[in-house]
């Protein structure tokens, strides 16, 4: 089970943090997001064990992923943001095997709820 919170309205420029704590130990975690009438995209994932990160090229350099491993949670530090990270975030957990591209939304098992980013 993954849960999801830190979503929220700022303005073009601003900085949001996202949290996701899962219920348990996970391999990689990642997150995702979706505008209406836009598929689902990968923006960042991290592999728990050695903490690894990996972002989409639009938000390296804005956006940082981080982990806690004592709560099995990561944040994704969102700054500069523009209208065109205005999404439902996801939070996804995905096992060892059988592996694949982080950025492939079938290679991940578990799901968050999501959290709505709005960016005027």
């Known amino acids: 089970q993954l849960v999801e919170s830190g979503g929220g309205s700022v303005q073009a420029g601003g900085s949001l943090r996202l949290s996701c704590a899962a219920s348990g130990y996970t391999y990689s975690m990642g997150w995702f997001r979706q505008a209406p009438g836009k598929e689902r995209e990968a923006v960042a994932a991290?592999?728990?064990?050695?903490?690894?990160?990996y972002y989409h090229d639009s938000v390296k350099g804005r956006f940082t992923l981080s982990q806690d491993k004592d709560k099995d949670t990561i944040y994704l530090q969102m700054n500069s943001l523009t209208p065109e990270d205005a999404a439902m975030y996801y939070c996804a957990a995905r096992p060892r095997w059988p592996g694949g591209d982080w950025r492939l939304p079938s290679t991940y098992n578990t799901w968050g709820q999501g959290t709505q980013v709005t960016v005027s």
């Open positions: 991290l592999f728990t064990g050695d903490g690894s990160t």
